[in-house]
């Protein structure tokens, strides 16, 4: 008899042990699903309106102001007596604001109390183009997107893509243009340079500058120029010189500003530029 009860009261202890367990897993689920309906609430605010999102205004008491309509390519809404509203760019209460605000200066409306609601996001895109591994449209998963991670979706700069990467977009309602130099951005560690994108920004990697190597050289043809490249190095990108070649008879044709092409005698640690035609003359004996 006493075995039994021992046992009927481990076996009890046992239980309470687990519905302890069950009542904790309940709660940490219940703290994340609070936790992940702040971080959907935080990425609802967070988000920039862009070309080709359909979104839904009403002003409180004002049915003939409801409008549905979508973001243009220039990043603007037509709105009713106030005209055009700049919102690319915006958030969905900056954009409440500019509506309000136009409404408001133009005395069609004393208070205006103005709802938007996002109905379908398409602009939360940005273009990645030129010299990358695979051109595109990639979706911005969160504001927090960087130059750097928009380009790793596109699989990465190409081998033949430059170091620097032309950023186009709109901010304010106003068209931006800016180069980001990726490579710098790690080389002398300024994460601060690599800016956030937005919807709708293009993100352009031009073809890298070539430096052309031509004559007696073992490989004659056209080489990526590097980073404070010489004319030795030049040359090395070419198998050196071929058994005719000969040092003095190195030039370098550089096309200047004004179109004009003037012929340099170079030393072999002067630096090349993009474009330089490095030429190596027979030796005459």
């Known amino acids: 008899m006493v075995i039994l009860k021992s046992t009927i009261k481990g076996w009890l202890v046992w239980l309470l042990m687990g519905l302890a367990l069950l009542a904790a897993a309940s709660v940490v689920d219940a703290r994340e699903g609070v936790g992940q309906e702040r971080d959907a609430a935080a990425a609802a605010q967070d988000y920039r309106l862009g070309p080709g999102d359909g979104v839904k205004i009403t002003v409180f008491q004002n049915p003939d102001l409801s409008l549905e309509t979508r973001v243009s390519e220039s990043g603007a809404i037509s709105y009713p007596l106030v005209g055009s509203v700049p919102v ?17 200066k133009g005395g069609f409306v004393l208070q205006p109390q103005v709802t938007m609601v996002l109905q379908q996001v398409r602009g939360a895109q940005v273009a990645v183009l030129g010299q990358v591994a695979r051109p595109g449209r990639y979706p911005l998963e969160s504001t927090a997107t960087k130059v750097t991670d928009a380009l790793a979706l596109a699989g990465g700069t190409a081998p033949q893509g430059a170091d620097k990467v032309i950023l186009t977009g709109m901010r304010n309602g106003r068209r931006v243009r800016a180069e980001i130099d990726v490579t710098d951005l790690f080389v002398t560690w300024t994460p601060e340079k690599d800016v956030p994108v937005m919807a709708g920004d293009t993100l352009y990697v031009h073809r890298a500058p070539q430096v052309y190597v031509y004559g007696e050289v073992q490989r004659a043809g056209a080489y990526r120029v590097e980073r404070q490249m010489t004319v030795l190095q030049a040359l090395a990108m070419g198998g050196g010189l071929s058994p005719r070649g000969t040092e ?23 630096p090349v530029q993009a474009d330089d035609v490095v030429v190596v003359r027979e030796a005459l004996f």
């Open 88 to 104: 690319g760019g915006l958030s969905v209460a900056a954009a409440e604001k500019a509506i309000a605000d136009g409404l408001k």
């Open 248 to 270: 003095r008879g190195i030039r370098i044709h550089r096309r200047g500003e004004d179109g004009a092409t003037r012929v340099l005698t170079p030393q072999l640690n002067d």
